[in-house]
């Protein structure tokens, strides 16, 4: 930006001697005014955001620990005690502190851990895929790092829940359980119409231009950078300028892995008797489909719903919640429901599995 205006001084120095008519010169001196202002402008706010994002990381420090595994940080949060161990796995561009509503409860009953994968919170960017196999495979080793073995419970929610399907079958040993939250599945391409997928595909000009406003920190004037609502006020802002500060080239290298994601994880499952809970978001709750025609929007929500029924299939000990009101984001819309079911689920697996009489069913709570 200083070449730029540098440049630009340089030319309206230029035109005080030279010979155009007054009114080119008049119109070039306004644009050029234009062009110093806008970059004094963004100058200022990029600076600003750098700031602000510096500060807000030295008062808001990492809550667990970082390890190094090959040969980059990652942050795991691990709170309370017992066992199964349940471990965390947000979605696709979101960082731990999405379990806000959800760990510190949950961890009133056994050993919860959340944690940052590479590029997204406290966890140090890194080079290389961001597929399925490698998310599993640097979790795992992040676990490892930290002495944690099982028995583990996975919960993973939107495209996290491709990731532990992915971890699974994997790393068997020691999986007593899989919870999922309105996941993403390895069918999703497949079942969607070419108009749909065009409709909700990411664009990569849509993509630059999101790059651009967050390196000029334009977001953070225009206030999207304020308390996430719902939450208390240092939580809220935690999670506001965790946002605020997220590599949006970690978010793009795993969205543009997703196809691969999908491959690799095809042919996971079924697991048997493995417990799983399948907790979705609420279909019939307006205001999920924006952009989308009408035919589009009742096509995705078909669509949506019976790839959340086709879960059950993974497991004979499998059941299903659609969490009413809630929207994509149940760990924040409805975090009441998930730590009353997640805790009678890990109950049940402390109780060795015990049999129940609704496997197979689905349910509105």
């Known amino acids: 930006m200083l070449v730029i205006v540098a440049l630009c001084v340089r030319r309206l120095r230029t035109l005080q001697h030279a010979t155009y008519r007054k009114a080119r010169r008049i119109t070039e001196r306004i644009l050029l005014s234009f062009v110093i202002l806008l970059c004094v402008v963004l100058a200022g706010t990029t600076s600003y955001n750098t700031a602000a994002l510096r500060y807000y990381h030295a008062i808001y420090p990492p809550p667990g620990k970082l390890y ?25 561009g979101a960082e731990s502190i999405v379990w806000v509503k959800v760990q510190p409860e949950l961890s009133k009953l056994t050993r919860v851990c959340s944690y940052d994968r590479a590029g997204y919170g406290w966890s140090a960017p890194r080079p290389g895929p961001r597929d399925a196999d490698t998310v599993a495979q640097q979790l795992h080793a992040l676990l490892q790092q930290a002495g944690i073995t099982g028995p583990l419970v996975l ?22 359980g899989l919870i999922f939250l309105d996941p993403g599945t390895p069918t999703m391409e497949q079942h969607q119409s070419p108009e749909l997928h065009a409709a909700t595909a990411i664009r ?12 000029l920190g334009l977001h953070r004037p225009a206030g999207s950078c304020a308390p996430e609502p719902g939450l208390d006020e240092p939580a809220g802002k935690r999670f506001a300028q965790l946002e605020c500060g997220k590599l949006l080239n970690s978010v793009w290298t795993e969205y543009k892995s997703e196809p691969q994601s999908e491959a690799e994880t095809m042919n996971t499952g079924p697991y048997g008797d493995l417990p799983v809970l399948i907790i979705s978001r609420d279909t019939k709750l307006a205001g999920q489909t924006q952009g989308l025609t009408p035919k589009l929007a009742a096509e995705f929500l078909a669509f949506w719903d019976q790839e959340q029924e086709d879960l059950k299939r993974l497991s004979t000990r499998s059941r299903r919640i659609i969490a009413k009101g809630s929207g994509h984001q149940i760990q924040l819309d409805r975090a009441d429901l998930l730590n009353r079911e997640v805790a009678v689920f890990i109950q049940q697996i402390r109780n060795n599995n015990e049999q129940r009489s609704d496997y197979g069913s689905t349910m509105t709570e």
């Open 68 to 92: 190094q595994v090959g040969g980059y940080d990652m942050h795991l949060y691990c709170t309370g005690e017992g066992s199964p161990t349940l471990v965390l796995e947000a979605g696709a």
């Open 155 to 176: 919960m993973g929610h939107s495209m996290g829940g491709i990731y532990i399907r992915d971890y699974a079958s994997q790393y068997p040993q020691g999986i007593k």
């Open 204 to 215: 990569a000009p849509f993509y630059y231009s999101l790059v651009a406003v967050a390196m």
